[in-house]
């Protein structure tokens, strides 16, 4: 045998002992998560961190040279002949440096290695495992543990000696293979499945009932059978001998309806004329299968009292069972023959294969297409108010500002001349807006007594005039408006108190349009950025005067907002507050009466909370889906403490639906 055989053989012993031993280090740890915690995730998680934690360890088996350089190291005599020999460059001394190896028997190493990786974690995990089972037993028994007890009194005899098997059978259109559930205590399954019990006691001694209504049992070769089918509503089954009981919990699971979507048209259709082609595409999907799936068109013409209706089927089709489909058709609108005026409502439907108690069939949510009748009233225009002048010239200062920073920021990629005259263009627009304000401020005279001749067109440039110019016009403006003087003594000018922010902004303009027009932009934003504030305050600067003096609102601070004082105030009785429901009270006395059963007899503590399971998956399936879990635990004699405590947990926190708001109470 060659050198690389033998080496090749070496490293297949290693790689073996290498996953064994991962295998077994992963159920060392996986195994006693699951009997503890009695969490199956967590066991899945545990496992899949200490498998790929042992593989990447021992990665070097899987590769040659490596696995030869760990054998030439624990056989110094090779004197590194195997590593050489391995070497597809060495060929031509290939025959030389195996009769160097021949007499080392390095494959005994590989070997003995490979039995280590696997016997040590196979001890270690054989004495966790029973290490764990014989605390979760002990933990189990004693009392005052803290841990649920699983049963500590001894069942009565043939208590649970009723063994029975259960084949479930789906109906034939859900594809699904029939189940065979050795001793169950819970049966899920789709409605109108075929139910089959089988039992090995005499047929005389069995009574079945099905929620109160006896069931036929027949004589079976091995003992007896009852067939039954699986109800639409949760039920338990009684299976009854002289002396014992066993309850049977059937959860049935309804054939959901199709699910069906329009994709194309996306919206509602309004066409000028019936002609042409219309794109239809729409989605199907069921939980079993499709069996048929097609458009429905329903075409109404007419006004008033007289209409007509008139429904279209289009491109029946078999969907052959599949789950999800997707259909287009190009639809012709000159083949349906419309009117202007009528109205189609269109839409896709699907039905089911489901043959107990029948088809399920769906549609998706219609659109509408309209063709536009031959009147005036189809159309309507809209005519669009521009903005208040105040908001206008918000807008196009802020707009100023924005072309101002963008020629900033293009500065220094273009040449002086360039960005004189892009400024200088800013700065007309802006000489332009300047305008605009300081006839804004000759316009509010108008409130202040300005009428007839005095108009506030006085025949001035006001762009042209410097903001102390500006000023004086305005005043003299308004005293030959109001004939009379202006009394500054007394405080501030009407003039100045309405067109203070306007006033402002016509400065701040006329200095920004200075830098613009230098060709120096950054040196203008501050201005401008002063001239946007005084136009968005001047949109607040009208001032309402009122006739008379308003009576003043005494308001308590402290109390409004809770902060008053609380030394020498005794607290009062707080006030309970009611069930927020009592039929979740009501479950939850059940509950724990069927806990403090659990003590003494296990078997009757699983009834109780098998029935209570049965009453909850109509009204209350959130609450009954952490039963369950628990039930399972229990019936597998395991420490059900946390799905106990979750199902506990779900049931001290309804989910309720108030119509207003709920009492307070006086805080302590």
């Given at each position: 045998?060659?050198?690389?055989?033998?080496?090749?053989?070496?490293q297949?012993?290693?790689?073996?002992?290498?996953v064994?031993?991962?295998v077994l280090w992963?159920?060392?740890f996986a195994?006693?998560?699951?009997?503890v915690l009695?969490?199956r995730p967590?066991?899945?998680?545990v496992?899949?961190?200490?498998l790929?934690?042992s593989?990447?360890?021992r990665?070097?088996?899987?590769?040659?040279?490596?696995v030869?350089?760990?054998?030439?190291?624990r056989?110094?005599?090779?004197?590194?002949?195997?590593?050489?020999a391995?070497d597809?460059?060495?060929?031509?001394?290939?025959?030389?440096?195996?009769?160097?190896?021949?007499?080392?028997?390095?494959?005994?190493?590989?070997?003995?290695?490979?039995?280590?990786l696997a016997?040590v974690p196979?001890?270690?995990?054989?004495a966790?495992?029973?290490?764990?089972?014989?605390m979760t037993?002990?933990?189990?028994?004693r009392?005052?543990?803290g841990?649920v007890?699983?049963?500590?009194?001894e069942p009565?005899?043939?208590?649970?000696a009723?063994?029975?098997?259960v084949?479930?059978?789906?109906?034939?259109?859900t594809r699904?293979?029939?189940?065979?559930?050795p001793?169950?205590i819970r049966?899920a399954?789709?409605?109108?499945?075929?139910?089959?019990?089988d039992?090995s006691?005499?047929?005389?001694?069995?009574?079945?009932?099905?929620?109160?209504?006896?069931?036929?049992?027949?004589?079976?070769?091995?003992?007896?059978?009852a067939?039954?089918?699986?109800p639409s509503?949760?039920?338990?089954?009684?299976?009854?001998?002289?002396?014992r009981?066993?309850l049977?919990?059937l959860?049935?699971?309804?054939?959901?309806l199709?699910?069906?979507?329009l994709d194309?048209?996306?919206?509602?259709t309004?066409?000028?004329r019936?002609?042409?082609?219309?794109?239809?595409?729409?989605?199907?999907?069921?939980?079993?299968?499709?069996?048929?799936t097609?458009?429905e068109?329903?075409v109404?013409r007419?006004?008033?009292?007289?209409?007509?209706?008139?429904?279209?089927?289009?491109?029946?089709?078999?969907?052959?069972?599949?789950?999800?489909?997707?259909?287009?058709?190009?639809?012709s609108?000159?083949?349906?023959?419309?009117?202007?005026?009528?109205?189609?409502?269109?839409?896709a439907?699907?039905?089911?294969?489901?043959?107990?108690p029948?088809?399920?069939?769906a549609?998706?949510?219609?659109r509408t297409?309209?063709?536009?009748?031959?009147r005036?009233?189809d159309?309507l225009?809209?005519?669009?108010?521009?903005?208040?002048?105040?908001?206008?010239?918000?807008?196009?200062?802020?707009?100023?500002?924005l072309?101002?920073?963008?020629?900033e920021?293009?500065r220094?990629?273009?040449?002086?001349?360039a960005?004189?005259?892009?400024?200088a263009?800013?700065?007309?627009?802006?000489?332009s807006?300047?305008?605009?304000?300081?006839?804004?401020?000759?316009?509010?005279l108008?409130?202040?007594?300005?009428?007839?001749?005095?108009?506030?067109?006085?025949?001035?440039?006001h762009?042209a005039m410097?903001?102390?110019?500006?000023?004086r016009a305005a005043?003299?403006?308004?005293?030959?408006?109001?004939?009379e003087s202006?009394?500054?003594?007394?405080g501030?000018?009407?003039?100045?108190?309405?067109?203070?922010?306007?006033l402002?902004?016509?400065?701040?303009?006329?200095?920004?349009t200075?830098?613009?027009?230098q060709g120096e932009?950054?040196?203008a934003l501050?201005?401008?950025?002063?001239?946007?504030d005084a136009?968005?305050?001047?949109?607040?600067a009208?001032?309402?005067?009122?006739?008379?003096?308003t009576?003043p609102?005494?308001?308590?601070?402290?109390?409004v907002?809770?902060v008053?004082?609380?030394?020498?105030?005794?607290?009062?009785p707080?006030?309970?507050q009611?069930s927020?429901?009592?039929?979740?009270k009501?479950i939850a006395?059940?509950?724990?009466?069927?806990?403090?059963?659990?003590?003494?007899?296990r078997?009757a503590?699983?009834?109780?909370l098998?029935?209570?399971?049965?009453?909850?998956l109509?009204?209350?399936?959130?609450?009954?889906?952490p039963?369950?879990?628990?039930?399972?635990?229990?019936?597998?004699?395991?420490?059900?403490?946390?799905?106990l405590?979750?199902?506990?947990?779900?049931?001290?926190q309804?989910?309720?639906?108030?119509?207003?708001?709920?009492?307070w109470?006086t805080a302590?």
């Open positions: 045998m060659t050198v690389l055989a033998r080496l090749l053989r070496s297949r012993a290693l790689i073996v002992g290498s064994a031993g991962a992963t159920a060392a195994i006693p998560v699951w009997l009695g969490s967590w066991a899945a998680i496992a899949t961190a200490v790929a934690m593989l990447w360890r990665r070097a088996v899987f590769e040659a040279d490596r030869a350089l760990w054998l030439e190291e056989h110094p005599e090779l004197q590194y002949a195997l590593i050489t391995i597809p460059a060495t060929e031509s001394a290939r025959s030389a440096l195996e009769h160097k190896v021949a007499p080392v028997a390095f494959e005994r190493t590989a070997y003995r290695a490979a039995s280590r016997l196979l001890v270690i995990a054989g966790a495992i029973i290490a764990t089972i014989g037993r002990l933990g189990a028994r009392p005052g543990s841990v007890l699983t049963g500590t009194a009565k005899p043939g208590d649970s009723i063994r029975l098997t084949t479930l059978t789906p109906p034939p259109h699904l293979p029939a189940e065979r559930l001793d169950p049966v399954g789709v409605t109108g499945s075929r139910i089959r019990i039992g006691a005499p047929a005389n001694e069995i009574s079945i009932q099905l929620d109160n209504r006896s069931l036929a049992v027949a004589t079976e070769a091995s003992g007896w059978r067939d039954l089918t699986m509503a949760p039920a338990v089954v009684r299976v009854r001998t002289s002396a009981e066993r049977i919990l959860e049935p699971r309804a054939d959901s199709p699910v069906v979507r194309l048209p996306e919206r509602d309004l066409l000028s019936a002609t042409g082609t219309l794109p239809l595409t729409a989605s199907f999907h069921d939980d079993f299968g499709l069996a048929e097609w458009w068109l329903i109404s007419g006004d008033g009292e007289n209409f007509e209706f008139r429904t279209v089927t289009l491109d029946r089709a078999a969907a052959g069972s599949a789950r999800t489909a997707t259909r287009s058709l190009a639809l609108l000159d083949s349906l023959t419309l009117s202007p005026g009528d109205i189609v409502l269109l839409r439907v699907a039905r089911d294969g489901n043959t107990s029948g088809p399920g069939i549609g998706s949510d219609p297409i309209r063709i536009a009748a031959n005036q009233d159309s225009d809209i005519e669009v108010l521009p903005p208040p002048e105040p908001l206008a010239n918000l807008l196009s200062q802020r707009m100023l500002i072309l101002t920073e963008a020629l920021k293009k220094p990629r273009l040449a002086r001349s960005v004189v005259t892009e400024s263009r800013i700065g007309r627009d802006q000489t807006l300047r305008r605009q304000i300081g006839d804004l401020v000759f316009a509010r108008e409130d202040l007594g300005e009428t007839g001749e005095h108009s506030h067109d006085d025949g001035h440039d762009s410097t903001p102390e110019e500006l000023l005043e003299a403006a308004n005293r030959h408006a109001t004939g202006l009394d500054f003594a007394a501030e000018s009407p003039v100045i108190a309405v067109n203070r922010p306007l402002e902004a016509y400065h701040a303009m006329w200095d920004a200075r830098e613009l027009n932009p950054r040196a501050p201005h401008m950025y002063a001239a946007l136009i968005q305050r001047a949109r607040l009208d001032r309402i005067y009122l006739r008379g003096r009576r609102v005494v308001v308590d601070v402290a109390k907002r809770l008053g004082k609380r030394d020498g105030i005794a607290p009062g707080r006030t309970p009611p927020l429901d009592p039929a979740v009501r006395e059940r509950f724990d009466r069927a806990l403090d059963l659990l003590g003494q007899n078997d503590a699983i009834d109780s098998l029935l209570l399971r049965a009453e909850l109509t009204d209350h399936p959130r609450i009954a889906a039963l369950a879990q628990a039930i399972d635990t229990l019936r597998t004699d395991r420490d059900a403490t946390a799905a405590a979750r199902a506990r947990r779900a049931i001290g309804p989910t309720t639906v108030r119509s207003g708001l709920r009492r109470s302590p």
